[in-house]
């Protein structure tokens, strides 16, 4: 028997349909039931990729005691994050604030006539272990006290309000130029040190971090770290470890180790957009490390195989566990992309065994549970021979060779995935939505990519995922974020603005005649600007002022987390619009948002790395106009805060003009002047 999510839309939500539990989507109908009723709601928010949700579910949410305790005492509420980005946000914050760490899934209980969070945590087991109490007992207590413990109750929730409202309502800075040169370097110091290789815990991307570290390495700023050198080693960390998989292409979500060694399993295309586009800008800085080429168009072929929608979009993610067999009761973790000694003993010759173990990690006891994680020992290009071998590893797991295999059909749910007749190993399920912020993300990689790797392919794909988006995702006028085959749904957040805007920016300077993308962009920018802005404290929320009703406080999201803070990036495109346009309102914004962050720049610059990001674009914007084949020639090049125009209309023995900010500089009269006056105006800061 099912229950109310049975018709949802969101792969999550309907892996929970099955559950004893009478689970309700976040919905006005269910607030005003547990009002009504007075059941304090258990809201449980997570996404489909999620390992520990997916056990949480089978376990837990499983069990008939704990579900005929929870229906007949709670209101119980299930959220898929990644369709409420805002909820999550808020929601995760109070866990931070209540337990000192974060995570999902994330499980936190609300008082009913407010919403205000009074306790929360993130797996439960169905009995006591790991540390953590059984949850039919957390489930008792908790009732317990919201019946019996009112007064105290009450000034538990205020304190927790207070503290949300609090850290919504940031103190304005300044914009002094000496204190933004100190502030900038601050901040790019506490990037680098952020992502300097530790000795223990996971492994994360973390690219907002490294983007910054590595745009601030043409600074030379005094340092106690060697800002190119740590930009590298996480670039190689990427490329050569288990993180990535180097049979089928594209990273994992993170390690579990220090040493880049063990994933989990899931592929995020959030990561997956990010990490191509820093490796790319690692690669035009002059990194130009074979394995970083591979790796990049490996992932691409992977995105365009699985990835990809018959009309252009790109999917969520994929998950980290898979079913070995049709009959397995409940798939394994990494089962789709880790291998047994015999069985590459089997598929390869003894020659190609010896090298694939002299420069990939293949032993017969494994790394990961008796099986092996490939990752590679050094860097370089791969022979001909490990390319071969690799080959043999992609035709074992998908059942047809990589030069056959053009498009490799989603498993959209476990039943799918058990019941096709796969020629190969059976494939994790992959979350087939659309995600505008996330497509974004992977629209800028590959036009950044296309740019510098000269690929057309690249900024063809990317080209079609944003036609699908400007073609697909406005309901009666207004951006939608969501997309459930063919079905624009849920209005954008701040995220799938921001992120949007930078995407078609991107698009527009990997090909500057192209005008359609900059009219664009200004187009969802002014949109953004009128429903989500904040007259009175500067900065975006993020969500818009006529669809935040159901929330608690109405934030604007600064911090950087596993992607980068909408106000960062909408920052950014702020300053990259005025000189596009040479319309200084844009500027104006930019400068109110600065201000408005100013003072958690200085307090955290730890948790706001595309904030600094945005300064950079601040101090150091650079216009260059130019004919076409003087830009072609700029597009590979690291100019992180450069945009280009293309023109015919220059000074007579001119080959182009360089403006920093809101002056021009006098007109280059040879392409090594141009490169000159370019180099120093990125670097003036």
């Avoid at 866990?95 to 306790?119: A, C």
């Avoid at 207070?162 to 103190?171: G, I």
């Avoid at 995702?473 to 995220?495: C, H, I, K, M, W």
């Avoid at 408005?596 to 300064?615: D, G």
Wanted: proline share 5%; charged share 20%.
């Amino acid at each position: 028997m099912t229950n109310r999510l049975a018709e949802a839309k969101s792969l999550y939500l309907r892996k929970h349909a099955e559950n004893p539990i009478d689970w309700w989507p976040w919905c006005d109908e269910a607030l005003a039931t547990a009002r009504a009723q007075n059941k304090p709601i258990f809201l449980s928010i997570g996404y489909s990729s999620c390992h520990w949700c997916t056990v949480m579910e089978g376990e837990a949410f499983s069990d008939s005691a704990i579900a005929d305790y929870m229906n007949a005492n709670y209101l119980p509420i299930k959220v898929d994050r990644e369709e409420r980005p805002d909820l999550d946000s808020i929601y995760m914050q109070a866990l931070q604030m209540m337990s000192g760490q974060g995570g999902w899934p994330l499980n936190i209980f609300l008082s009913p006539e407010d919403l205000v969070p009074f306790y929360a945590g993130t797996y439960f087991p169905v009995d006591p272990r790991y540390g953590r109490p059984g949850f039919l007992q957390v489930l008792q207590a908790l009732r317990r006290y919201y019946d019996t413990e009112k007064a105290e109750l009450q000034q538990r929730k205020a304190l927790i309000i207070e503290s949300l409202l609090t850290s919504a309502v940031l103190q304005d800075g300044t914009t002094d130029e000496l204190e933004d040169r100190e502030l900038l370097r601050q901040g790019w110091e506490t990037s680098t040190g952020v992502i300097t290789p530790g000795q223990s815990g996971n492994s994360f991307p973390m690219i907002p971090y490294t983007e910054l570290a590595l745009r601030g390495t043409r600074f030379n700023f005094e340092s106690r770290y060697d800002g190119k050198q740590v930009c590298t080693q996480r670039g190689l960390d990427l490329a050569l470890g288990g993180i990535y998989d180097h049979v089928g292409g594209g990273f994992h979500r993170y390690t579990v180790d220090p040493t880049w060694t063990v994933p989990h399993f899931e592929k995020m295309l959030y990561d997956n957009g990010q990490i191509v586009e820093y490796i790319a800008n690692l690669w035009s800085a002059g990194v130009q490390e074979p394995a970083f080429e591979r790796a990049v168009a490996v992932t691409v072929q992977w995105l365009k195989r699985e990835m990809t929608a018959p009309e252009g979009y790109f999917y969520a993610s994929q998950d980290a566990d898979s079913f070995t067999e049709p009959t397995a009761v409940e798939p394994e973790e990494g089962a789709f992309y880790v291998w047994s000694y015999s069985e590459v003993q089997q598929l390869l010759t003894p020659e190609e065994l010896t090298e694939l173990q002299q420069q990939f990690t293949v032993t017969p006891n494994g790394n990961f549970e008796g099986r092996n994680v490939l990752q590679r020992r050094n860097s370089g290009k791969l022979s001909a021979t490990l390319e071969t071998s690799l080959s043999k590893l992609f035709t074992a797991r998908y059942g047809v060779s990589s030069e056959l295999l053009e498009t490799f059909p989603p498993a959209c749910n476990n039943q799918e995935a058990k019941t096709t007749n796969w020629p190969g190993r059976i494939p994790s399920v992959t979350d087939t939505k659309m995600i505008v912020a996330w497509n974004s993300l992977m629209i800028s990689g590959l036009a950044k990519a296309a740019g510098v790797f000269q690929q057309p392919l690249y900024l063809e794909l990317a080209a079609r995922a944003a036609n699908f988006i400007l073609e697909n995702q406005f309901v009666d006028g207004r951006f939608q974020r969501l997309n459930y085959q063919g079905e624009p749904t849920v209005l954008a957040q701040s995220e799938d603005y921001a992120f949007f805007v930078k995407a078609l920016l991107d698009l527009q300077a990997s090909n500057p005649e192209h005008k359609q993308w900059l009219e664009n962009a200004i187009a969802i920018q002014d949109e953004f600007t009128e429903f989500l802005w904040s007259v009175e404290l500067g900065g975006y929320f993020n969500t818009s002022s006529d669809s935040s009703q159901d929330l608690i406080v109405r934030e604007r999201s600064y911090a950087d987390n596993a992607t980068p803070s909408a106000n960062g990036i909408a920052i950014a495109n702020l300053v990259r619009l005025a000189l596009l346009t040479d319309n200084l309102d844009y500027l104006d914004l930019a400068e109110l948002g600065l201000k408005a962050f100013k003072s958690v720049m200085h307090r955290a610059p730890q948790a706001c790395p595309s904030l600094f990001t945005a300064l950079d674009w601040y101090r150091n914007s650079t216009l260059i106009r130019s004919t076409t084949e003087q830009i072609n020639s700029l597009i590979p090049k690291f100019l992180p805060t450069a945009v280009f125009a293309v023109t015919s209309d220059l000074p007579e023995g001119s080959v182009g003009l360089v403006c920093q900010g809101l002056k021009c500089l006098a007109p280059a009269e040879s392409v090594e002047h141009l490169l000159q006056q370019v180099e120093k105006s990125q670097n003036r800061g």
